[in-house]
């Protein structure tokens, strides 16, 4: 068929013309829709939300160091949720694994159970949304309150161990630093006694306090430190950004400490050498009572941190049973197949239009034979067209020479 350019008049011929094409693409396309729609299976969803409460962690008080990031805190909440083994314990509790099930065996039943789960944290809130989808409404519901539980435990759980670990951890430090506070005294007590002229004498005498001060500063900083590396190794690989910043700052104190001590010993060129031994030894008792006497408070904090009852998570709201399916939406389903059936008995019309190669149109005949239409003939069947041939004899007997007639005809035809 010519390419010959279209207007609005056109298309709407072409419509008419093909508006069976249009029906059937259109009711197959949305009988399709509607049995896709009616085999699918509907799927339920309910949620329940928990609120975490904004405390410091053991870690966070023993060493003061460590500042609270609720985006992080947040975000390592929702996977602990969705992770596999909270999922396995509350698949255990509601009875969907069997007892003694090999891991290769129980393994797919839980991660199909983890892909029902998804989380969700309310935006500035600490609040975190846990969701269940299920072609079952009962079991949705009974499923994500399931995990919201084990989860709430799996936290407290671990919250007292750590902090069990931490009280242990600092008993023993106490004990240690205990020791070495009673051998330094004991130590100082001996030198007076040994050496009544030189603590009479440096008592007259002022001392480098200020480089004094800044040493044992120094020290119990890297204590502190070293404290929560220990802290943060215990859930993190050496590699991890915390405890590479942390060895690094231990690095740096231990070098600011060299120079502090190195300034000491400076001013205390002047000083005899049991002067300065009675310096040094008056040093190590006022720093291992700082360091003794922290440890002792932080021993109390541990000890009230572990028999606390108080729970940083809380289920503020429960998930009830749903009672309409999510999936499938079938008014959103219905209009996208009108939709759809409408488009394509479209392109099929005109895709049936520009494959037709008969000439249809008296632009289509100008354009091909490039001459100009006079007139039309109007088109009659062959019996209708013989008997018109036929009366024209029967008219010309009467009226004129049939022979006359007769060759006329010839002549034409």
Not at 50 to 79: C, F, H, Y
Not at 148 to 153: F, T
Not at 190 to 214: H, K, W
Request: aromatic share 6%; with cysteine; charged share 30%.
């Amino acid at each position: 068929m010519p390419n010959i350019e279209m207007n609005l008049t056109d298309y709407l011929r072409v419509i008419r013309k093909r508006k069976r094409i249009i029906a059937l693409s259109f009711i197959l396309v949305f009988a399709s829709t509607i049995y896709y729609t009616g085999k699918q299976s509907p799927v339920y969803s309910t949620s329940c939300k928990v609120k975490i409460e904004q405390r410091k962690s053991v870690a966070e008080i023993l060493t003061e160091l460590i500042t609270w990031s609720p985006g992080d805190q947040m975000a390592s909440q929702e996977n602990i949720i969705t992770s596999y083994e909270v999922i396995k314990s509350a698949v255990i509790k509601l009875g969907y694994l069997k007892p003694n099930m090999a891991e290769p065996e129980e393994m797919p039943i839980v991660k199909a159970y983890q892909g029902q789960i998804t989380t969700e944290v309310i935006e500035m809130t600490n609040i975190i949304s846990i969701t269940a989808e299920s072609s079952d409404p009962e079991q949705a519901a009974r499923l994500v309150n399931t995990v919201a539980e084990v989860y709430k435990e799996t936290h407290f759980e671990n919250k007292k161990k750590e902090a069990s670990n931490v009280r242990e951890f600092v008993e023993g430090q106490l004990d240690s630093y205990a020791l070495q506070l009673r051998q330094s005294e004991e130590e100082l007590l001996r030198f007076r006694e040994e050496n009544p002229l030189v603590v009479e004498r440096i008592s007259t005498t002022a001392s480098p306090t200020q480089a004094d001060s800044r040493v044992a500063s120094l020290e119990a900083e890297i204590i502190k430190v070293e404290l929560e590396l220990i802290s943060l190794k215990s859930k993190y690989t050496d590699l991890h950004p915390k405890v590479i910043t942390l060895r690094r700052k231990i690095v740096k104190s231990k070098q600011d400490l060299s120079m502090a001590i190195a300034a000491l010993s400076a001013q205390q060129k002047d000083l005899s050498s049991k002067e300065i031994r009675l310096v040094q030894l008056k040093r190590n008792v006022s720093m291992s009572q700082d360091v003794y006497m922290m440890f002792r408070t932080k021993h109390e904090e541990a000890r009230i941190l572990e028999a606390e009852k108080a729970e940083d998570v809380a289920i503020i709201e429960k998930a009830m049973v749903p009672t309409a399916p999510i999936k499938p939406n079938k008014k959103l389903n219905m209009i996208i197949g009108i939709f759809s059936g409408l488009l394509i008995g479209l392109i099929m019309a005109f895709v049936s239009e520009s494959l037709d190669t008969t000439i249809g149109r008296i632009d289509d005949i100008e354009e091909l034979l490039k001459v100009p239409v006079l007139g039309i003939i109007p088109s009659t069947g062959l019996e209708k067209r013989k008997k018109s041939f036929l009366s024209l004899f029967k008219k010309e007997e009467k009226t004129s020479d049939v022979p006359d007639l007769h060759k006329s005809l010839v002549a034409l035809f």
